[in-house]
């Protein structure tokens, strides 16, 4: 069956409309951090997208993997500096929630060495990554607008 390219679009639209969303409620109050997090949606995004289409070579998913895991680090390291000289008051909070989340992907890391490009690990880090940095960001990361204006 044929779509016609409104159909199409609503297609896509139904289909990706659950990807995560930057939007006002996420942001910090810091434009470097609210920048970064933008690229970790915007890479988990390209993640979901890489697994839903055909099954993606090994050299794509590596290079957004490792991608994803320097960033990471990066962001955690600033966003971290950045609570700590304003004392906010969830610094200890978000350096703990970091290191878990950094566990969780050297976890996935060496499954993936293992294992490969397999669409089933793949899709599980995608969803863990879309949920945790969904209410790390609303639970913990906010709070630093509150640190920032005072
Ligand atoms: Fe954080």
């Known amino acids: 069956m044929r779509l016609s390219a409104a159909q199409g679009f609503v297609a896509l639209t139904v289909k990706y409309d659950h990807m995560l969303m930057w939007s006002e409620q996420f942001a910090t109050g810091s434009p470097l951090v609210d ?3 933008r690229m970790l949606i915007d890479k ?3 993640l979901e997208k890489l697994l839903s289409g055909p099954p993606p070579s090994k050299a794509a998913c590596d290079e ?3 991608f994803l895991g320097s960033y990471v680090t ?3 390291k600033f966003e971290e500096q950045c609570m700590e000289r304003v004392k ?7 350096k703990q ?9 050297e976890k996935f ?5 293992v294992e490969g490009p397999k669409l089933e690990l793949l899709k599980s880090l995608q969803t863990s990554a879309s949920v945790w940095i969904k209410n790390h ?3 913990v990361d906010i709070q630093l607008k509150t640190c920032l204006s005072s």
């Open 109 to 113: 890391k060496s499954r993936y060495q």
């Open 35 to 37: 920048t970064q997090h």
């Open 74 to 76: 990066m962001h955690f």
């Open 137 to 139: 960001i609303l639970s």
């Open 64 to 66: 957004l993997l490792n």
């Open 88 to 94: 906010c008051k969830v610094h200890q909070q978000n």
């Open 44 to 46: 988990i995004n390209q």
């Open 97 to 105: 929630a970091h290191a878990a989340f950094l566990g969780l992907f």
